[in-house]
């Protein structure tokens, strides 16, 4: 993709503490398809965007959990969120329904009516 001016105002993370950080825009999609917190036990302390950031921050720039930089959740909290998400099928729903939505958004059905395999 070839970036031109419009492309570039539209991808700029300026404002952002890291790049990997999501936007409000970003945040206002994923945050109605996170669970919501348990009824059962403490009420929630950490907040799931800091999560949602620590793991975005991990898998852009590699860092290991133990190196997470101190203004993040500890990474003990952030590894039992993401295993958590991950066996839950969190991800794979988030991922589901912004692509769905993102075809929807250029003009497309939500779904594919056909799939190419090349080998």
């Known amino acids: 993709m070839a970036w031109t001016e419009i ?6 993370r300026e ?22 917190s348990s009824k059962l036990g403490r009420p929630r302390e950490t907040k799931l965007r800091s999560v949602v950031n620590a793991i975005l921050y991990m898998a852009s ?4 959990r133990r190196q ?3 203004e993040f959740p ?19 729903s988030i991922n589901h329904i912004l692509v769905m939505a993102a075809r929807e958004k250029v003009g497309r059905e939500a ?9």
């Open 61 to 64: 720039t590699g860092c290991q």
């Open 68 to 70: 997470l930089p101190k």
């Open 74 to 92: 500890p990474y003990s909290t952030v590894q039992g969120y993401f295993y958590a998400w991950s066996r839950g099928g969190v991800f794979a």
């Open 15 to 36: 404002g952002l503490r890291y790049a990997s950080h999501l936007t409000d825009a970003e945040w206002a999609l994923i945050e109605p398809l996170l669970p919501p």
């Open 111 to 119: 779904s594919p009516s056909a799939g190419v395999i090349d080998s």
């Open 7 to 12: 492309t570039r105002r539209k991808y700029r």
